[in-house]
């Protein structure tokens, strides 16, 4: 009770308020009025417009990516990306339970069954050992990519999940998946700004996703990004979301079924505003997530933080507490303060539309779902 008094009144003086502080706000301090007004002014707020074209290469700049294709939002980014490299109906698509719905939503989307395999204690993303214990037992490799020697179905995909702006670790999982000819798609949604080994996230994997929704590092309302180095994956994605039209001064004519998923241009405006304070929104977290570690070694809580070789973006930050009863008063304690505290998300097998979906033991996973707190995490 103590300790939790001592933390409202940390994050309050943190905010310098004693309102209702929320979990995470978007801060709107640079040229997005400006911007957006000049899209209106320009009459192209739609799907066409300098805007979106600037916030691409901005995206590549920023990532290192060699192509960013901009979207909706991130889940539809996600459904792009799987397809993108293949995934169809009837698949298998390896991810993580401890994740937001969106990354399993977008497995179905393309008809596949997502299979979920346990996280690391460290990253609380998907464990290569598991990935590997998984398909030592249950895959086989045959000419045309990997199958589940059970039932029959490719295993076309899969999809590691940076929570909350903690890499996974990359190198052991793209090692393991490039062995059994499986591509990685990074749900990257939480992680811009974040590193493994100095390379940004969702630039390791064959395709990378990003999402600009309110809660963000940086928001553009909704909005979502595909990234890759592969520049013809890169071009068809920009295919797959403008409708699959084939290009012609007047004529319609698509030869696929595509998607209406581009950004619209009034968004990307204000992904382009946004883009110019990333830098300093990542410095304040980083300086807000230092004051918190100090602040939790003083009273003996665990506060998550960035392992080694990995920079992380510290988007929602978060505490380990004891026990599930800790976790709980936690929660009421400080929700009944003022204090936006939230659980991290129920594991998506336990969700009625993907109970019947293949997991392995969850270990790390279940343990995390009783402990991990996230807290206020807003730019100050
Ligand atoms: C892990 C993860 N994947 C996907 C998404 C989907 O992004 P969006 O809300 O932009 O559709 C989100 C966030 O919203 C997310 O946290």
Redesign the pocket.
């Known amino acids: 009770m103590e300790s939790i008094n001592q933390f409202v009144s940390f994050v309050r003086e943190q905010y310098h308020t004693d309102k209702f502080v929320p979990l995470h706000e978007p801060r709107f301090r640079g040229n997005e009025k400006e911007y957006l007004l000049d899209t209106i002014d320009s009459t192209f707020v739609s799907s066409v417009g300098a805007y979106v074209d600037r916030f691409e290469r901005e995206m590549e700049h920023f990532t290192g990516a060699g192509k960013t294709v901009a979207v909706v ?6 459904q792009v990306a799987l397809r993108l490299i293949g995934v169809a109906k009837g698949d298998e698509v390896i991810t993580q339970a401890l ?2 719905i ?2 399993a939503n ?1 497995i179905a989307y393309n008809g596949a069954t997502p299979v979920f395999l346990d996280v690391d204690l460290d990253t609380m993303g998907l464990s290569p050992r598991a990935v590997r214990r998984f398909l030592e037992n249950y895959a086989e490799l045959r000419e045309d990519g990997c199958y589940n020697k059970f039932t029959g179905n490719k295993i076309s995909a899969c999809v590691p ?1 940076h ?1 909350f702006g903690f890499p996974v670790h990359l190198d052991e999982l793209m090692t393991i998946c490039s062995a059994w000819k499986i591509p990685v798609v990074e ?1 990257a ?2 992680s811009l700004g974040s590193y493994y080994k100095g390379k940004h996230t969702g630039t390791l994997g064959q395709v990378g ?1 990003f ?3 309110g ?2 590092t940086i928001t553009c309302g ?3 990004a595909i990234v890759s180095n592969d520049l013809e994956l890169g071009t068809r994605a920009k295919y797959l979301t403008t409708t699959a039209k084939r290009p012609h001064p007047y004529e319609f004519f698509h030869d696929e079924i595509g998607y209406n998923y581009r950004m619209p241009n009034l968004n990307a405006a204000l992904a382009c505003a946004q883009m110019e304070m990333l830098e300093s929104f990542l410095a304040d977290k980083r300086k807000l997530a230092g004051g918190y570690t100090e602040f939790f070694k003083s009273i003996g809580v665990n506060f998550r933080t960035e392992i080694n070789e990995t920079k992380a973006n510290y988007w929602l930050m978060c505490v380990e507490l004891g026990d599930r009863s800790e976790r709980d008063s936690f929660l009421k304690e400080t929700n009944e303060k003022g204090i936006m505290t939230r659980p991290i998300w129920t594991l998506t097998y336990r969700l009625p539309m993907y109970q019947h979906c293949h997991r392995d033991e969850q270990i790390n996973a279940e343990f995390l779902e009783q402990r991990i707190v996230n807290i206020p995490s807003s730019v100050r």
């Open positions: 939002n991130g889940t539809a980014s996600l994740s937001f969106a990354t977008a999940m929570t749900d949604a939480e996703c999402s600009f929704n809660n963000k909704g909005g979502g």
